[in-house]
């Protein structure tokens, strides 16, 4: 019952959807398209081909440098804060948690003149410094979990077996927090995919990320086509929950906004 | 994240400090970068609201902005209903939470199909499902077909407004879809990896059904709970893109007012938006703090873990 | 007070019968233990009592009324965890008060109550006290106290002292054992320390692979083993084999009289536990054997011994013997333990 219900309610947004971006032509009141076909898909991989895709690959760029920079900081942080109680570990945590709650919008807007100037409007880097600021934090945050539970004796083995430390590195630590790597990296990049309004105000229109062009289709009033987009933009996350479940036990991945 | 940080002390704490240099090299870059970006972006918004936009020529410092802003008559409406977004979507999402979290713990772990399905509003963009609702609530939308089709109504205009509507149901309906999975998954967590076994000891010291759920499952999910909607009340406070895509023209809500003046091609309107994006900040940052306190009250009185 | 009475409970999970057709009774005021190797089923019978899992057949008996179907919380049995599963959000006085506050019981009465279970248990004064501030002898004896104050007729320890250190562990059986005698409340108690169960109860229980294998005081299970498994169980290693004629048990290394053993010739297996068995380094009585290997023990040496086609292991207190030697064993024929035919 509750797992028929459950299924039902999450999907059922989809269903408008999917509907849409297969009809040529329908109009109210019909409950069924007139006339099914691929037009939308047509416009969304060839007529407008390199825009769309074009947007895809950038919300891509965007998002997987975001997210390898942010687990590349964010895991020593993540480990120290695991790891160990210092003075000022409140503070920090503190710092670390006001880009989580405080709306990107704010950020955004304060940073536009300054990157105005220094001439990171408008372009990919100055989109990918905007989303580091709420998706680092996150990441740390998950690595933070992560190493609370972990037990760097380990490693003190393998240096007292011989290891070298970038050795213990790559083949001790690495592997044993694997999972939360993963995660983390999940959420950064999910995080920075789906953004849109600090990526419009940085980015001025010039860094047209999948959500940019979806917005600027809504305005035009294409249905088929923005259900087509649509499509695509969910598409890369819904993989990435896949392989979370498939190469995380089926873990749930809890925390994901 | 945020609860694990009980477990985390007790990692940290049987572990000597190894000095401030090894924890500064390896917590600066991440500090670093918020820092600057972060605290970066906020003073520079502060300083442009406060009256220094070079652009323009204004160099001087004014509370005029603010006071423009506040002195609106319209910003006690957008305040409000912001608010009233905010609070009625994390309320909301928190009651069908807690119900689907126990409905979830007693649902055998081997229904692993529904567990997945659950978590698919996760990895969706809220500009997604805010678009999908377009098409399913508009008045002209698949519900107001089908409506039509079962006779329940006999012309679009008939059909109930449910996107761009003073109640703002359509907002409401996209901020629950995708926020329950999250706070639900949150609770599950703490409540499959301590709740269960206390909800046994609860159950051979004679605690009823219902005595179990408010003595042991609500004390127990509470530090998890109270993050989650934290965090959905303050991300929902905040947010553009739906407000904008299913809310109605006039009241506006803040985040979007925000950006309108923001974007606008009068110049002068921008320190007002930055300003509007501030008190943002602030309301969240004030209903935070407030949320501490009064968990910091309960956990001294020992209501919650 | 009440007495326990468990009859032919058969308990599956997932499928699998983990506990086949488990019969015991505790009689009023005993305390009995169950004892096993991890993964014998023992808990699985104590949640079985406690509610917590229905078993697929059998039935149960607490205070002599029938309690299958009955929920946990209607029973008159209590379970205390092998973790302290202290609830982390409540003080001591909170956490012991629980159970009679869910009963709905007077202000007065859960603070009267609480502050003699504090007394019994040896935590006065600990009253207001978090949890996480408690050492974990503590936060045992907390646990313990959130059981007793209830009074059940039945109270369910599962290795309540696993997790304790060996000298804490003492401490804690000892104030188990006079708690016990003072409230003289049925206690089962679930243990994998064969020590523990020998010193701490009145009846021990032997469950080895979800059956039952021997039930009965300590002294029996100990020297009475009721099969060559058991015996294992209780550090018996030395098995030889022998045959019945005429009322009498012959063996190469011992003859002994077995009269009350049915006469048709069959071979037997026996047993003698190591430290019954005298060892000697001169005369020419008893068995020639030659030292294998001596290890030192504290208060006693642990030697083996080539005796014929067997090596017999020897506990004695003695510390000159090394590999090599010729030495003499004695064993004391009301030593040996025969097993009765079917083992």
């Known amino acids: 019952m509750v797992a028929a219900g459950v299924i039902v309610v999450v999907l059922l947004p989809f269903v408008p959807l999917v509907m849409w971006s297969l009809s040529d032509r329908w109009f109210y009141p019909e409950l069924w398209p007139r006339q099914w076909g691929l037009r939308a898909w047509q416009y969304v991989f060839s007529t407008a081909g390199t825009q769309i895709l074009g947007g895809l690959w950038q919300s891509v760029g965007v998002a997987a440098t975001v997210s390898c920079i942010s687990v590349g900081i964010g895991m020593p942080a993540g480990r120290a804060l695991g790891l160990f109680d210092f003075r000022g570990k409140d503070l920090v945590a503190v710092v670390l948690i006001l880009p989580v709650i405080v709306p990107p919008l704010c950020v955004a807007m304060g940073l536009h003149l300054w990157f105005i100037i220094i001439g990171l409007a408008g372009s990919f880097l100055g989109v990918v410094l905007v989303h580091l600021t709420f998706c680092l934090p996150y990441a740390v945050f998950v690595m933070w979990g992560i190493f609370s539970n972990y037990d760097p004796a380990y490693e003190e083995q393998a240096r007292s077996l011989g290891a070298p430390a970038w050795k213990v590195l790559v083949r001790v630590t690495l592997p044993l927090t694997f999972p939360g790597i993963i995660v983390a990296g999940l959420f950064a990049f999910l995080l920075s995919w789906s953004q849109y309004l600090s990526t419009l105000i940085i980015g001025g229109g010039k860094v047209a990320t999948l959500p940019i062009l979806l917005f600027a289709l809504m305005g035009s009033g294409d249905r088929p086509v923005a259900a087509a987009v649509s499509i695509v933009f969910v598409a890369p996350a819904m993989l990435a929950l896949l392989f979370s479940a498939r190469y995380l036990g089926g873990r749930s991945i809890t925390g994901v906004r | 994240m945020t609860t694990d940080t009980a477990n985390a002390r007790g990692n940290a704490r049987t572990r000597p400090n190894p000095g401030l240099l090894v924890i500064g090299r390896l917590v600066v870059p991440?500090?670093?970068?918020?820092?600057?970006?972060?605290?970066?972006?906020?003073?520079?918004?502060?300083?442009?609201?406060?009256?220094?936009?070079?652009?323009?020529?204004?160099?001087?410092?004014?509370?005029?902005?603010?006071?423009?802003?506040?002195?609106?008559?319209?910003?006690?409406?957008?305040?409000?209903?912001?608010?009233?977004?905010?609070?009625?979507?994390?309320?909301?999402?928190?009651?069908?939470?807690?119900?689907?979290?126990?409905?979830?713990?007693?649902?055998?772990?081997?229904?692993r199909v529904v567990h997945f399905i659950f978590q698919i509003p996760l990895t969706v963009p809220h500009l997604v499902i805010a678009v999908a609702l377009v098409f399913m609530m508009a008045p002209t939308g698949l519900l107001s077909r089908a409506a039509l089709k079962l006779g329940m109504i006999n012309s679009s205009a008939s059909f109930p407004l449910l996107i761009n509507d003073s109640w703002a149901i359509g907002t409401l309906t996209a901020y629950v879809w995708k926020e329950v999975p999250f706070i639900t998954l949150m609770i599950l967590s703490v409540l499959r990896r301590t709740g269960m076994e206390l909800l046994e000891v609860g159950k051979t010291l004679k605690a009823s059904r219902r005595q179990r759920f408010f003595h042991i499952t609500l004390p127990t999910i509470f530090p998890s709970l109270a993050a989650a909607c934290l965090i959905v009340f303050a991300y929902t406070f905040g947010a553009f893109e739906v407000p904008f895509l299913l809310g109605q023209t006039y009241p506006m809500t803040l985040p979007v007012w925000a950006y309108k003046s923001y974007s606008d091609v009068d110049l002068m309107a921008r320190p007002e938006g930055i300003a509007i994006g501030l008190i943002i900040a602030a309301v969240i940052i004030a209903a935070v703090v407030a949320a501490q306190l009064l968990t910091k009250a309960a956990r001294h009185r020992g209501l919650v873990l | 007070m009440g007495d326990l009475k468990l009859q032919n409970i058969t308990i599956d999970y997932d499928h699998t019968p983990v506990v086949h057709d488990f019969s015991l009774t505790v009689e009023n005021g005993q305390m009995a233990s169950l004892l096993g190797p991890s993964g014998a089923g023992k808990t699985t019978v104590l949640k079985a009592v406690a509610g917590l899992l229905q078993p697929r057949s059998g039935e149960i008996f607490i205070d002599g009324r029938l309690a299958n179907g009955l929920p946990p919380e209607k029973r008159n049995a209590v379970m205390v965890f092998q973790k302290n599963l202290l609830f982390p959000f409540m003080n001591v006085e909170q956490n012991i008060g629980f159970g009679l506050r869910m009963q709905g019981r007077s202000n007065a009465e859960v603070h009267r109550r609480i502050e003699k279970i504090l007394e019994l248990t040896e935590l006065t004064g600990l009253n207001r006290r978090k949890v996480h501030e408690l050492s974990g002898g503590q936060q045992q004896r907390v646990s313990l106290a959130r059981a007793l104050v209830l009074q059940p007729a039945i109270l369910l320890l599962d290795e309540p002292l696993s997790s304790l250190d060996a000298t804490l562990r003492q401490q804690m059986r000892e104030l188990i054992q006079d708690i016990q005698a003072q409230t003289r409340i049925t206690t089962l108690f679930v243990t994998h320390d064969q020590a523990e169960a020998l010193m701490m109860s009145q009846r021990v229980c032997l469950l080895l692979n979800g059956r039952i294998r021997q039930v009965g005081n300590p002294q029996e299970l100990f020297y009475r083993p009721a099969d060559p498994e058991v015996a294992r169980f209780f550090g018996g290693c030395n098995f030889f084999e022998g045959q019945l004629k005429n009322g009498v048990y012959y063996s190469p290394f011992a003859t002994v009289a077995a009269p009350e053993l049915a006469d048709n010739g069959q071979r037997l297996n026996a047993t003698i536990r190591p430290e019954d068995i005298l060892i000697s380094v001169k005369g020419t009585q008893g068995l020639p054997g030659r030292v294998q290997k001596a290890s030192f023990e504290g208060g006693t040496t642990r030697i083996w011994v080539q005796c014929q086609n067997r090596v017999f292991v020897v506990l004695a207190p003695r510390t000159d013997l090394c590999a090599g030697q010729n030495v003499r064993l004695h064993l004391p024929k009301d030593k040996i333990r025969i097993f009765p035919p079917g083992n």
């Open chain 2, 30 to 111: 991440a500090l670093a970068v918020v820092t600057l970006l972060f605290g970066g972006g906020l003073v520079l918004g502060l300083v442009q609201s406060l009256g220094y936009l070079p652009a323009t020529g204004m160099q001087m410092f004014t509370l005029r902005h603010f006071a423009g802003v506040l002195s609106d008559p319209d910003f006690f409406y957008s305040l409000g209903l912001t608010f009233y977004i905010a609070a009625t979507s994390t309320a909301t999402a928190a009651l069908i939470s807690v119900a689907m979290a126990l409905v979830l713990t007693s649902l055998a772990r081997r229904q």
